[in-house]
């Protein structure tokens, strides 16, 4: 059959997330605080960009499902999505619905390339369908398109309660300066930005001001899309990975984002089954201190 062999392709690692079972994954994931709320969420979520935008009943769905399933066994709770996603909201609400998880799901979506506070509301009514569901935790503004009205309307929707936390996203270091002014003069639950070892503007203002003004941050291309594998193709891990936890360069950079005190979770997007175990494990054991962050820097070149 083929799900069972995409879980076997999970490895050890997905194994032994799968036979441990949520609550000893729960307890192991590392947790951070909302600053706005103090409710903790895991440090590691996922995203559905790409991922997600499948056939439903398809090979990939198919292999989602596991994903899915191995999320939420290895403690995973936080999941993004946006309704230009094409068909990924779909897919995500479909699956969440056939696994019994939307109640434990953290799900985060957006308002997305629209204007007006009627498109925008149109918008988030056909995503509650589409999703499955009937309010979402985090919505966000996404690239700061016409953010005045959006924004108000998904602060009209969280005093509805159907929505329980508002955000600001990008996913470009050019508009982080914008990012960081409208960050002071709304004060949004959240913020989303890119944020890895070779794209590392964040540093310079959004971070510390978001832990500065209590902002929760989301990470996204934490893996520049991809580009940072080949950038250690061919390289052995850093002497150091092993005492910290780590085993693959996926685990590795994602770290990397998290050892950013501001940083609240990280949301890699992928719909490998093995992929998804490996992710998994970097939201275990400590977390990198200077010269670990440094040496990565070095390796990425």
């Not at 079972?21 to 960009?49: H, Q």
């Not at 909201?89 to 619905?97: N, Q, R």
């Not at 929760?216 to 291309?221: F, L």
């Not at 054991?285 to 070095?298: N, V, Y």
Request: hydrophobic share 40%.
């Amino acid at each position: 059959m083929m799900t069972r062999r995409y879980v076997l392709q999970a490895g050890a690692a997905g194994a032994a997330l799968l036979a441990a079972g949520p609550a000893f994954a729960e307890a192991a994931m590392e947790m951070r605080a909302i600053p706005s709320t103090g409710e903790k969420i895991p440090v590691i979520g996922m995203g559905t960009s790409g991922s997600f935008e499948v056939a439903a009943g398809s090979d990939e769905y198919k292999q989602l499902q596991e994903v899915v399933r191995i999320f939420f066994a290895g403690g995973g709770t936080v999941i993004d999505t946006a309704p230009t996603y094409s068909n990924a909201e779909d897919i995500l609400g479909a699956i969440l619905a056939e696994q019994g998880l939307r109640p434990k799901c953290w799900l985060a979506t957006k308002l997305s390339g629209v204007r007006g506070r009627d498109e925008g509301l149109e918008q988030f009514e056909s995503t509650l369908k589409r999703l499955k569901t009937d309010k979402v935790e985090l919505l966000q503004v996404h690239n700061l398109r016409d953010v005045e009205t959006q924004l108000a309307l998904a602060r009209e929707l969280k005093k509805e309660g159907k929505v329980r936390y508002v955000g600001l996203t990008h996913y470009l270091e050019s508009a982080q300066d914008e990012l960081a002014e409208l960050m002071r003069r709304h004060k949004p639950d959240f913020l989303q930005i890119n944020y890895s070892v070779g794209a590392r503007g964040a540093e310079k203002r959004v971070l510390p001001e978001a832990r500065e003004l209590g902002v929760a941050v989301m990470i996204n291309r934490a893996f520049e899309d991809g580009r940072l594998f080949s950038q250690v193709k061919g390289k052995e891990l850093p002497g150091w990975a092993k005492e910290a936890g780590i085993g693959s360069w996926a685990q590795a950079f994602l770290k990397f984002a998290l050892s950013d005190p501001a940083v609240t979770v990280v949301i890699p997007a992928t719909g490998k089954p093995n992929r998804q175990a490996d992710n998994l494990q970097a939201g275990r054991g400590p977390t990198l201190d200077a010269k670990q962050r440094q040496s990565l820097i070095e390796a990425v070149g």
